[in-house]
T-cell receptor
């Protein structure tokens, strides 16, 4: 069963518009949650992560995400899209307290920025 | 600080041939991971090492895949023989022991013809 679900394999927004990429997880206990970005022919770069504490997490390049336990969600947002944001975005989880467990990824969302 | 290094970046082989991928993790990172990323999918864990010990290889297809991490630093992932379905990007990642943040290399893109 899919334990990390990203809604929308492709999302298209205009430059300057709000970016919203959706991620839901399934887990018996709240996991650690991550967003990674992948540019063409490159590896994955960590945008942000939630482990504990404040549920609104700020990351690099102006991105942020909010952990909502009641909705089992960890959606990624950015107030104003830039052309350089065009990439593949992956939501991932790992077991809380599992230390260095392997990550479970969603299928990814391809973000397209329209000029 | 140097990131995770992988080589080769691209590899094209014919089916039934062997192939090997190499990974050098970030200095000081004792935990090393190999992931496979199929086209249009997220990465999937193949194997995780703590130093030289493989602590999670439950998703590694052991009939044709093997991995090693001699001396607990560099690692090699091998496929023998390769099949058409092995075409994918093979990603290596590393982390400090017990830490949740993983750092990924650029990957090796394998095409099996």
């Amino acid at each position: 069963a899919q334990s990390v679900t990203q809604l929308g394999s492709h999302v298209s927004v205009s430059e300057g518009a709000l970016v919203l990429l959706r991620c839901n997880y399934s887990s018996s206990v709240p996991p650690y949650l991550f967003w990674y970005v992948q540019y063409p022919n490159q590896g994955l770069q960590l945008l942000l992560k939630y482990t504990t504490g404040a549920t609104l997490v700020k990351g690099i390049n102006g991105f942020e995400a909010e952990f909502k336990k009641s909705e089992t969600s960890f959606h990624l947002t950015k107030p104003s899209a830039h052309m350089s944001d065009a990439a593949e975005y992956f939501c991932a989880k790992s077991t809380r307290g599992g230390g260095a467990d392997g990550l479970t990824f969603g299928k990814g969302t391809h973000l397209i920025i329209q000029p | 600080e140097a990131g995770v290094v992988q080589s080769p970046r691209y590899k094209i082989i014919e089916k039934k041939q062997p192939v090997a991928f190499w990974c050098n993790p970030i200095s000081g990172h004792n935990t090393l991971y190999w992931y496979r990323q199929n086209l249009g999918q997220g990465p999937e864990l193949l194997i995780r090492y703590e130093n030289e010990e493989a602590v999670d290889d439950s998703q590694l297809p052991k009939d044709r895949f093997s991995a090693e991490r001699l001396k607990g630093v560099d690692s090699t992932l091998k496929i023998q023989p390769a099949e058409l379905g092995d075409s994918a990007v093979y990603l290596c990642a590393s982390s400090f022991t017990g830490r949740e943040t993983q750092y990924f290399g650029p990957g090796t893109r394998l095409l099996v013809l």
